[in-house]
């Protein structure tokens, strides 16, 4: 088991950046792959980052690519999530989650899931 609780969420201007964390506790989290997604108001939860066990692979959406990154500090049990140059349409709850696979993208791969922070930015 894994157990996941994430923070840093709030209010933004459009241009802005905030920084997402995500501490978790349970199982060895270091031989998890984590990932972040988000799900905006009447909407599926989608993919925006993931980063592998040991943090030297990365992956990310297109619409992210360039503005947000991931990271990870294995010692801290933490994985984190950098957004910059926010856009009114980043507006979701973002959610962190682990997986026991490395490089997927897809909700049903991971096993465990935090509560979600929101974050909302306005234009």
């Known amino acids: 088991q894994v157990q996941l609780v994430e923070s840093g969420g709030g209010l933004v201007q459009a241009g802005g950046s905030l920084s997402l964390s995500c501490a978790a506790s349970?199982?060895?989290?270091?031989?998890?792959?984590m990932g972040w997604f988000r799900q905006a108001p009447g909407k599926e939860r989608d993919f925006v980052a993931s980063?592998?066990?040991?943090?030297?692979?990365?992956d990310y959406t297109d619409s992210v690519k360039g503005r947000f990154t991931i990271s990870r500090d294995n010692a801290k049990n933490t994985v984190y999530l950098q957004m910059n140059s926010l856009k009114p349409e980043d507006t979701a709850v973002y959610y962190c989650?682990?997986?026991?696979?490395?490089?997927?993208?897809?909700?049903?791969?991971?096993?465990?899931w935090g509560q979600g922070t929101p974050v909302t930015v306005s234009s």
């Open positions: 980063i592998s066990w040991s943090g030297t692979s990365t």
């Open positions: 989650a682990a997986s026991e696979l490395s490089g997927v993208t897809s909700t049903h791969e991971y096993d465990y």
């Open positions: 349970g199982r060895t989290f270091s031989s998890v792959a």
